[in-house]
């Protein structure tokens, strides 16, 4: 881990300006900072991202903004000031990449809109987070990813049938907005390449959960068919459930492809029911679900983790373990990828975090540093940028910084 980007980054060479706050559209700038674009957050002198307080803490420091703020330079802007605003233009103009997420029409406000931004820099790709998009009858609408989860029919099915909706503990929706966010702004910038001019790109978070959910507007387009909640089950295969070992600890089996269905009645001893009609598809055995998690779970109910863990891997039949954090920290399978590593960090020392997302055998993504203080690197930013010591002290005095 070095301070400075390595130009075989396959970011390398791009600017980001992190605007956005709580959660898809700083997760989105991580995630290009990770690879190499240098990721500049923009913060209120005096409202940081309120990530910087979201759950626990050591010593003061949020942990939650070590890993959201990992990768990013951090500098304070008022932008709803004069200073504020002429400063941001400046750093548009170098910029290829701006994230925000303030409710449509809050840039305009400040005449920092499109227009204006465009005008500093023609090739610039303005990315705009919001829960419901720039326009329809819900657009001014306060968003958060809650939401989202509960509009797009995510809640709906999910939990268990006699029981209500279940949201997820976490950010299910702001995660997957960030990822396609990610991808959104390297589709607009290889627009760019070929056309040399920027765009808007527009993400709603309520669209993207939309997307992983699959298939269910098509259902209902042509069948009427709405799904419905079904706990652990699913109506497409069994077994498919959680179970429980003897030793208390949880398990869950899928039995996605025949052959694996077949293999774990052989393994539980009930190789009869592969012979009944109703086996042959994954629908049909979905609906005789009782009678196979019947069989399924009292076989595991009467053997320790280890031992239906080692079975399943015998029989090469699809099975893993529930596991906590603690689990996953010492997981080998995680260990061997390194998808847990350790970043040293100057406040708090050696840092456990998840690495960055994914592989890359010639030019592969790294975590420089953690999520850095409040401004930190304010005055080494706008210097850079060409500001003197006098017009940064005239910013600050003027509320700017």
Do not use: C
């Amino acid at each position: 881990m070095t301070e400075n980007t390595p130009r075989t980054a396959p970011l390398h060479g791009l600017r980001v300006l992190d605007l956005a706050t709580l959660f898809a559209g700083p997760l989105a700038a991580t995630l290009l900072g990770d690879f190499g674009a240098e990721v500049i957050k923009v913060e209120h002198p005096a409202k940081p991202d309120p990530s910087r307080g979201h759950g626990p803490s050591k010593n003061g420091v949020g942990l939650w903004w070590k890993l959201l703020g990992r990768n990013k330079r951090t500098i304070t802007l008022n932008l709803s000031t004069p200073g504020g605003r002429a400063t941001l233009l400046r750093l548009a103009a170098t910029a290829d990449v701006i994230v925000e997420n303030f409710r449509p029409g809050t840039l305009e406000k400040w005449d920092l809109g499109w227009e204006e931004l465009s005008a500093a820099n023609p090739r610039l790709v303005l990315t705009r987070v919001t829960g419901f998009g720039q326009f329809g009858p819900y657009a001014h609408r306060p968003g958060f990813g809650t939401l989202a989860e509960a509009m797009s029919g995510f809640a709906a099915i999910t939990g268990e049938p006699d029981a209500p909706p279940v949201l997820p503990p976490f950010g299910l929706a702001d995660s997957i907005a960030a990822l396609a966010t990610a991808y959104a702004v390297m589709t607009a910038l290889a627009a760019r390449d070929r056309t040399g001019e920027g765009q808007v790109v527009d993400m709603a978070l309520i669209e993207p959960i939309l997307m992983v959910l699959g298939p269910q507007p098509l259902w209902y387009d042509q069948l009427g068919h709405v799904q419905e909640r079904t706990g652990n089950r699913s109506a497409n295969n069994a077994p498919r459930n959680t179970y429980r070992t003897a030793d208390g600890t949880w398990v869950a089996v899928s039995t996605s492809a025949q052959s694996i269905a077949e293999r774990v009645m052989r393994l539980v001893g009930r190789p009869e029911l592969i012979d009944e009609p109703w086996f042959a598809t994954g629908a049909e055995r979905a609906a005789h679900a009782d009678v196979l998690d019947t069989a399924v779970g009292g076989w595991i109910a009467a053997r320790s983790r280890t031992e239906v863990l080692a079975a399943f891997e015998k029989a090469e039949a699809a099975i893993a373990p529930i596991q906590d954090v603690r689990d996953v920290m010492a997981d080998p399978q995680y260990q061997a990828l390194d998808t847990v590593t350790t970043v040293d960090d100057p406040e708090l020392g050696p840092l456990r975090m998840q690495n960055v997302l994914f592989r890359l055998s010639a030019t592969p993504g790294a975590i420089r540093w953690a999520g850095r203080p409040h401004g930190a690197d304010t005055e080494s930013v706008l210097t850079e940028l060409g500001l003197t010591s006098t017009e940064l002290t005239a910013l600050r005095e003027a509320g700017a910084l």
